[in-house]
């Protein structure tokens, strides 16, 4: 891969563990003041970072195989969007959009809608979370359709409030003791080449099949989707599942909503999954990478969909952050200078060349994913936690993920160096190898 310029070291250096020292101290105080809910899954406090490391309290430098889970694709502390930020910053920090316009709002919007799948007019609504943009793209296709169904996926993950919580497959730390959740929302069976063994055009079948006997599209508003899931397991459906779910919706007043707030801006390869497949949803939605780690997302689709909600019927206070714009639109600039789509091909083929030959169907069961979203399948959650521990131990932050928690996912930064890259690759396969 082609060199980058750092700020820092792009090294690994482990010289104390996080019970130790300044960080030890941290973990302390978050015990006493912070809400056990939202405890780190290493306890190592940042206090710097820059290109594919982390640095924490006490200097330790840590690779990061997890870009604050696929945010800060173009680096934690990117020199273009820090500038942007800061010059925002020092004119205006809020206004409310609703309240006063800024022109940062109007061309993200304008961005967002050349840069999503589909040659026809489009327009966008910004908000805060990936959340709130996929909240907020069911009741934009509620609007449009008058139905007020919405059909999401076996393993999906949308959000945290109590709707998106409703779309959201896995109970277990999402759901359990949180309900009753919003009515109205139904699970169909997705696309699961590894377990399923069905091609998309049989999968789909079975999809259609529920959403026809037991929904109703005369009842369905929408359909959301993830064209790659990301927290039910880095799951990409078999090759023409989507096309014929898009072709039934399109066939039966149902909105086509592609949730791509994990796996669009880049992250696959292309700017967004959809490309893959040449799919083009009638509203998607973004976020995570989408500002480079200030809260912005978005819904952006065609344009008589998006104006179905009269004026004053979306939004929010700090919807549109002039910051968050003022950083998207530095992102937008980074990925195309460095043409960081090419740049998630190339760590696709060296993350790919590393982990395949892991693989035995037993104990490693597959590699999977598309571009700087890779994720690798075991045969159990204990064994995937086990090597994802060792890899913290030795200063490589990982995730997992997947219903049953035995998938490792791996969403590097899109800049990371390459030799950071490998060296990070070869602790992960022999934290696998150990667990056998």
């Not at 700020?7 to 482990?14: A, F, G, N, S």
């Not at 359709?145 to 996926?153: E, R």
């Not at 760590?347 to 693989?359: G, Q, W, Y």
Request: aromatic share 6%; with cysteine.
């Amino acid at each position: 891969m082609q060199d980058l310029t750092y700020r820092l070291p792009q090294e690994r250096r482990v010289t104390s563990a996080p019970t130790d020292g300044e960080n030890a101290r941290l973990n302390e105080r978050r015990e006493e003041a912070v809400a056990r809910a939202m405890a780190p899954g290493l306890p190592r406090y940042i206090i710097d970072g820059d290109g594919g490391v982390l640095i924490d309290a006490d200097g330790n430098s840590l690779i990061d195989f997890a870009s604050g889970i696929a945010v800060t694709s173009v680096g934690v502390s990117n020199p273009r969007v820090s500038a942007a930020v800061a010059d925002a910053a020092q004119k205006f920090s809020h206004t409310c959009f609703l309240v006063t316009g800024y022109e940062g709002f109007v061309a993200v919007c304008e961005k967002l809608n050349e840069l999503t799948p589909g040659d026809f007019p489009k327009k966008t609504a910004l908000f805060n979370t990936g959340a709130e943009a996929v909240e907020n793209a069911v009741k934009i296709a509620r609007a449009h359709t008058g139905k007020y169904a919405v059909a999401a996926f076996d393993n999906a993950y949308h959000g945290r409030t109590n709707f998106t919580l409703a779309m959201t497959a896995k109970n277990k730390p999402y759901k359990d003791g949180f309900g009753p959740f919003a009515s109205d929302v139904h699970r169909v069976p997705a696309s699961y080449p590894l377990h399923d063994g069905l091609t998309g055009e049989q999968a789909a079948e079975r999809t259609i099949r529920v959403l026809e006997t037991q929904i109703g599209a005369d009842n369905l508003s929408c359909v959301v989707l993830e064209p790659i899931q990301g927290e039910g397991g880095f799951v990409e459906p078999a090759k023409g599942f989507l096309p014929a779910i898009v072709s039934w919706c399109r066939e039966n007043n149902v909105v086509f909503v592609a949730d791509e707030v994990q796996a669009g801006l880049a992250r696959t390869g292309d700017m967004f999954a959809c490309d893959n497949e040449g799919i083009e949803p009638d509203l998607i939605t973004t976020a995570k990478a989408i500002a480079g780690g200030l809260p912005l997302s978005a819904v952006t689709g065609r344009a008589e969909i998006m104006d179905a909600p009269g004026p004053g019927a979306l939004g929010g206070t700090y919807a549109g952050n002039p910051l968050a714009c003022a950083a998207a639109l530095a992102v937008f600039e980074e990925i195309e200078d460095n043409d960081l789509r090419s740049r998630a091909k190339e760590i696709e083929s060296l993350i790919r060349a590393h982990l395949e030959p892991l693989v035995d169907k037993e104990k490693v069961r597959e590699v999977r994913g598309r571009g700087a979203m890779i994720a690798l399948e075991l045969d159990t959650g204990e064994r995937a936690t086990a090597a994802a521990n060792t890899c913290k131990e030795q200063g490589v932050v990982t995730l997992t993920c997947g219903t049953d928690g035995n998938v490792i996912r791996l969403l590097p930064p899109l800049v990371i160096p390459e030799t950071l890259l490998v060296e990070g690759l070869e602790i992960l396969v022999a934290a696998v190898k150990n667990t056998f």
